[in-house]
């Protein structure tokens, strides 16, 4: 009787060995959805004017006024930011819904910039960042974290104490 138990339970094993075996996978696919690869936009067409544009290198007494006209044809907005020697001195995030908007978004705007933030007296450094949409058309550039970034430099003289 072991041994007719033992014959059944090996045979058993065996054809459930060979059913899996033999039995192609089984998968699932949704018709539902669709899987591309995202085809970028044309780039985000950025031109920035400031009141620093024609001078080599700006003088900073007392304080000086940092005037910029920033527009952005194609694409949105993020943030803008001015730092000097690690330093924010000016930030900007724009609370628009840029569906509302036609045409290039046009931002005029401008800061006072203290010589006391310079780390000493001499050339210091001026850093405007503007980030904007990538359009990538990733998730992430959807969701607004993938942004371009434009960097501009301006050389600013500091003269006199400012510490």
Excluded: H
């Excluded at 980030?131 to 430099?153: F, G, M, P, R, W």
């Amino acid at each position: 009787m072991k041994r007719v138990n033992a014959i059944i339970l090996i045979s058993l094993v065996t054809l459930v060995l060979l059913i899996t075996l033999l039995t192609p996978g089984c998968s699932y696919s949704d018709p539902n959805i669709y899987y591309a690869t995202p085809v970028p936009d044309d780039s985000a067409r950025v031109v920035v004017f400031t009141n620093l544009d024609d001078i080599d290198t700006a003088v900073i007494v007392d304080s000086l006024m940092f005037k910029y006209e920033a527009e952005i044809e194609g694409g949105e907005l993020y943030y803008l930011e001015a730092s000097m020697s690690n330093i924010l001195l000016y930030q900007y995030q724009p609370d628009y819904n840029p569906d509302t908007i036609t045409g290039p978004y046009i931002l005029v705007d401008s800061f006072w910039i203290p010589a006391e933030v310079a780390a000493e007296t001499g050339l210091s450094s001026l850093i405007f960042s503007l980030y904007y949409s990538s359009n990538t058309n990733s998730l992430a550039d959807k969701v607004q974290v993938e942004a371009a970034i434009l960097n501009l430099n301006f050389d600013l003289m500091v003269e006199g104490e400012n510490k």
